[in-house]
């Protein structure tokens, strides 16, 4: 593939590209000339791409976790599957906000993410399954949205406002239809048929 340089010059993308494969052709040329000469260790610098490559598969194989655990990606991963007829739940206290995560084996995956005494609950299909969210509670979701990816989080907060959008909109036709001259209009139409 050839690029368009910032001078009219062309070049070759492709070699910025493999960067990575040529790193770790390097290292694996050096590791295998080491042990052939009998030299201990495989010679990279420890700040190297290879050193770090090879630290996170050795990390990786260990088996151990790193990070946050309390996302629903990773909440999603740790749980078992779910049979037929049977759901699989979990239910994740994070930054004070109960969130239940379920696996259902026909319907998929759902994230409740709080509640309040009289709900008002919303749904948004996301990566991760079927977020019910309740309008009366987003303090709730706020304390939340770390658990989400940004894709998800725009979603979700795309339903919020269209709901919200729609609501208002709601609200200021009933006020159109309760002023006077609207409530005078519509008693002479009445009278009329």
Request: net charge negative; aromatic share 6%.
């Amino acid at each position: 593939m050839i690029g368009n340089g910032g001078c009219r010059t062309f070049y070759p993308m492709g070699q910025s590209l493999d960067y990575a494969r040529q790193e770790i052709r390097k290292y694996s040329e050096t590791a295998a000339r080491r042990s052939k000469m009998g030299l201990e260790g495989d010679g990279a610098a420890p700040d190297s791409f290879a050193a770090k490559l090879k630290a996170a598969d050795e990390f990786m194989a260990s088996g151990e976790s790193c990070g946050a655990t309390d996302s629903v990606g990773i909440i999603l991963r740790q749980m078992g599957k779910p049979q037929p007829g049977e759901k699989v739940s979990k239910t994740v206290f994070h930054n004070g906000v109960c969130v239940v995560v379920e696996k259902d084996y026909l319907r998929g995956n759902s994230i409740t993410v709080g509640g309040s005494s009289n709900p008002n609950w919303i749904h948004v299909d996301t990566s991760v399954g079927t977020v019910h969210i309740d309008l009366n509670d987003i303090d709730s979701l706020m304390k939340c949205l770390d658990m989400f990816s940004p894709e998800d989080l725009n979603l979700i907060l795309r339903k919020i406002t269209e709901v919200r959008q729609c609501k208002d909109a709601l609200q200021e036709i009933d006020q159109m239809r309760n002023t006077p001259v609207e409530s005078a209009k519509e008693k002479e139409e009445e009278k009329e048929s």
